[in-house]
């Protein structure tokens, strides 16, 4: 069962772009986490939610929780090639510490 | 500091076989936990070890195994590899306090042919 759906799955945009990612779940998170995977590395933390509604900026990147603490999204501005790689979002719930993972959105910005 | 490394990068192996990868997890993190990346699934949690005893547990069969050592070093074991098993094993480090960020090594690309 994949508690946590990302869509969409694939993302090909030029440069300069903007681009919407989500992160949906019927499931109540304590917090959610978005990570950035680049090819031949590991994932690698971008930002933590933990309140419903909150909105989390990152240079041109931009993280909203949902108010129901059960989806998020993640906007790009202004998209550039270094933007390119497998964005994960991975919910944490209850006491657990262990994050549930969705499958990721592959995001390639051609310049 | 050095981040989590992990060897053999890439290892090619038969059905069948066992085989066994190393995290060293960044100094003075007692935590390392194992993920199992594949397109299919996504990323997939192992099993967690914190002062060398396994914390937490996935939904993985006996066939994968983990250890952890006194230096916070794992190894993590496959017995009877399919073909399925094929995928990328990744690794994370954390200080072991709950919450906190997970810092991931760059994964070992293994091949069951």
């Known amino acids: 069962t994949q508690l946590l759906e990302q869509s969409p799955q694939f993302l090909s945009i030029q440069e300069g772009e903007n681009l919407t990612v989500y992160c949906n779940s019927s499931?109540?998170?304590?917090?959610l986490q978005w990570y950035r995977q680049e090819p031949g590395e590991g994932p690698v933390l971008l930002v933590t939610v933990v309140t419903g509604g909150e909105v989390k900026k990152l240079k041109r990147l931009t993280f909203q929780f949902g108010d129901a603490r059960k989806d998020s999204s993640l906007h790009i501005t202004a998209a550039q090639p270094g933007d390119t790689g497998l964005y994960l979002c991975a919910g944490l719930s209850g006491g657990s510490y262990i994050p549930t993972f969705g499958r990721g959105t592959s995001l390639i910005v051609h310049p | 500091k050095a981040g989590v490394t992990q060897t053999p990068r890439y290892l090619i192996k038969t059905r069948g076989q066992q085989v066994t990868l190393s995290c060293s997890p960044i100094?003075?993190?007692?935590?390392v936990s194992w993920y199992q990346q594949t397109p299919g699934q996504g990323l997939q949690f192992l099993f967690e070890y914190f002062s060398e005893t396994q914390r937490n547990k996935g939904n993985f069969p006996g066939r994968f195994s983990g250890r952890q050592f006194s230096n916070s070093r794992s190894e993590m074991n496959v017995s009877t590899l399919e073909l399925g098993d094929s995928a990328l094993y990744l690794c994370?480090?954390?200080?072991?306090?709950?919450?906190?960020?997970?810092?991931f090594g760059p994964g070992t690309r293994l091949l069951v042919l």
């Open positions: 499931s109540v998170f304590s917090s």
């Open positions: 994370a480090s954390s200080v072991g306090d709950s919450q906190e960020t997970q810092y």
């Open positions: 100094s003075g993190h007692r935590s």
